[in-house]
């Protein structure tokens, strides 16, 4: 694959986040955590949802203020404050980002009914470049471990993939059904 072409391929959504979209309620509330320049963000509020759009980079965050259907809060989750406690979110977005110590606030910021989607890198994934820092690496299983008996998993993958690059994924897609809605 060129170069360029590998580089529209980082700016489309993710096939993954693409596949279950449908699964979140419509007009409901997303957030769209590390959203980068958001492609997500744009690819969501498109199908009509609400998007709160967080990340650091306040640059990128100016890109997506005048989209419709989008709010933007510039934040470091990891070394502030947690912007979003009380708040609840029909489905919650993560791609290609870790940061364990945030993982249970995602869960609690899930509204019953509410749709997690994740993909990051996994261990492996230090074969093929960045990122290879196991603090940025999925362990084997760790998404089942953080949503087992509280998340009804929907899909999950460990795999190797070779588009948009090489590298080592995790990605998991569940819902919420806390109020005891499991079907």
């Not at 979110?89 to 910021?109: G, K, S």
């Not at 089942?144 to 899909?155: E, F, P, S, W």
Request: hydrophobic share 40%.
């Amino acid at each position: 694959m060129s170069a360029s072409a590998q580089h529209r391929d980082l700016d489309l959504p993710s096939p993954w986040v693409c596949r279950f979209a449908p699964l979140i309620r419509a007009g409901g509330l997303v957030l769209d955590v590390a959203c980068g320049a958001g492609r997500h963000t744009r690819y969501l509020a498109g199908l009509g949802y609400r998007v709160e759009a967080v990340d650091r980079d306040a640059g990128a965050l100016g890109e997506l203020a005048h989209v419709a259907g989008v709010t933007t809060r510039h934040a470091d989750l990891e070394h502030g404050p947690w912007p979003y406690s009380g708040h609840q979110f029909d489905a919650i977005v993560v791609t290609n980002y870790l940061h364990r110590p945030l993982l249970p606030r995602l869960l609690e910021a899930l509204a019953n009914g509410g749709v997690l989607i994740y993909e990051t890198f996994a261990a492996g994934n230090e074969r093929y470049g960045r990122p290879g820092n196991p603090d940025f690496l999925l362990k084997p299983g760790e998404l089942l471990d953080l949503t087992r008996g509280r998340l009804r998993v929907v899909a999950y993958e460990d795999l190797h993939v070779e588009v948009p690059r090489p590298a080592m994924i995790q990605r998991l897609c569940a819902i919420n059904q806390s109020a005891g809605t499991w079907t």
